[in-house]
């Protein structure tokens, strides 16, 4: 019983971790915006990253023409670092399986 609450504790607390660099790198993405000019209100900025890190893409906001690429860039970004989230968290919980079956 002990080693199934160890178990949702570390693939919670993972998952946990993972979110919030994810949305630390999102306020990065929106800081970049904000400095540079490209969207001028912070919530915007913020809404535009997390929707470009994520791909989903269903808001009004838009970057002005020179900055376009840079929001390419961002959900470029987005892609690559959920993948290798993905990796990380399959490999955490193939850890945790493979030391519950050897102490088994």
Known sequence: MLVEILSVI????????????????????????????????????MLYSLNAMTSYGHTDIALQPQWRLMGALEALNGWILFGLTTAFMFNVIQGIWSHRTRSA
Do not use: D, Q
Request: hydrophobic share 55%; net charge negative.
């Open 10 to 45: 570390a693939v919670g607390g993972t998952a946990f971790c993972c979110t919030i660099l994810h949305g630390s790198e999102a306020f990065m993405w929106a800081f970049a915006f904000r400095m540079l000019g490209a969207i001028p209100l912070g919530e915007n900025a």
